[in-house]
C-alpha cells in the first residue's frame, strides 16, 4: 500500500529566512503531487501540483515555490519567508483515480 | 473555474441526533465529488467519493451521501451521530476537464457532537 511523509511535523522560522518543506511517496510510481495550504475557516488552497518529474504547475502567485527533483519527492520552498507564510502545509498524491491521499502537514510559523 | 460552498460552519449536536452537511459546486460539466474528514490530530482522509451511476454513496463509518445534479449539491448525511464524529468535514469537487488534476475544497465544517 501507498503512503505518504512530510517533514517536519512543526516548523519555527524567522521572517527572512529560506523554507524547504519535504514530501515522498511510497509504494507508488508517477503519481500525481499536491501542496496545499490549510488555513482555519479557509478550506484548501492549492499551491502547486506536478505530474511527473520536473514538472510544476502554480495555482497561486506568491512567495513559495516547488520543485520535484525524483519520481516520488516533492519539495516547497521559500528563498525569504514573510509572516503571511504561516500555515498548515499539506501534500497529496493522486494514483490513476481521482481522489487525493493527504500527509499528515507540517505547521510552519514564521516569526 | 469550479467552486464549492459548505454553508454551515459550525454545526453542534447531540449523540443520536441526525446530521447533514451541505455542499453545492459551481461547475456545469462532469464533475467527481468528495467528503474528506479530519478528526483531530489526525490527517486528513477521504469519507466518501461519487464518480458515476448511483447517486447515492455510502461511505466510512455509516456517513452517506447523494448527489443531485439539478441542484449541484453532494449533502453529507448521518442518520445518528457519535461523539467520535466530531472533526472537521470538507466538500471537494475534481472537474474532469484538463485531466481531472485539481480538487477544488470548500471551507469546510466543524461538527461537535456532545454527549
Known amino acids: 500500500s501507498q503512503t505518504i511523509h512530510q517533514w517536519p511535523a512543526t516548523l519555527v522560522q524567522p521572517v527572512g529566512s529560506p523554507l524547504s518543506l519535504e514530501c515522498t511517496v511510497e509504494?507508488?510510481?508517477?503519481?500525481?503531487l499536491y501542496w496545499y495550504r490549510q488555513a482555519a475557516g479557509r478550506g484548501l488552497q492549492l499551491l502547486f501540483y506536478?505530474?511527473?518529474?520536473?514538472?510544476i504547475s502554480s495555482e497561486v502567485p506568491q512567495n513559495l515555490s516547488a520543485s520535484r527533483p525524483q519520481d516520488r519527492q516533492f519539495i516547497l520552498s521559500s528563498k525569504k519567508l514573510l509572516l503571511s507564510d504561516s500555515g498548515f502545509y499539506l501534500c497529496a498524491f493522486r494514483l490513476g483515480t481521482y481522489e487525493q491521499y493527504f500527509g499528515p502537514g507540517t505547521r510552519l510559523t514564521v516569526t | 473555474a469550479q467552486s464549492v460552498s459548505q454553508h454551515n460552519h459550525h454545526v453542534i449536536l447531540s449523540e443520536a441526533a441526525s446530521l447533514e452537511l451541505g455542499c453545492n459546486y459551481s461547475?456545469?460539466?462532469?464533475?467527481?465529488l468528495f467528503w474528506y474528514v479530519q478528526y483531530p490530530g489526525q490527517h486528513l482522509q477521504l469519507l466518501l467519493k461519487y464518480f458515476s451511476g448511483d447517486p447515492l454513496v455510502k461511505g466510512i463509518k455509516g456517513f452517506e451521501a447523494e448527489f443531485i445534479k439539478s441542484k449541484f449539491s453532494f449533502n453529507l448525511r448521518k442518520p445518528s451521530v457519535q461523539w467520535s464524529d466530531t472533526a472537521e468535514y470538507f466538500c471537494a469537487v475534481n472537474a474532469l476537464t484538463g485531466g481531472g488534476n485539481k480538487l477544488t475544497f470548500g471551507t469546510g465544517t466543524q461538527l461537535k457532537v456532545e454527549l
Open positions: 509504494g507508488t510510481s508517477n503519481p500525481n
Open positions: 506536478s505530474v511527473g518529474i520536473g514538472q
Open positions: 461547475y456545469g460539466g462532469t464533475v467527481n
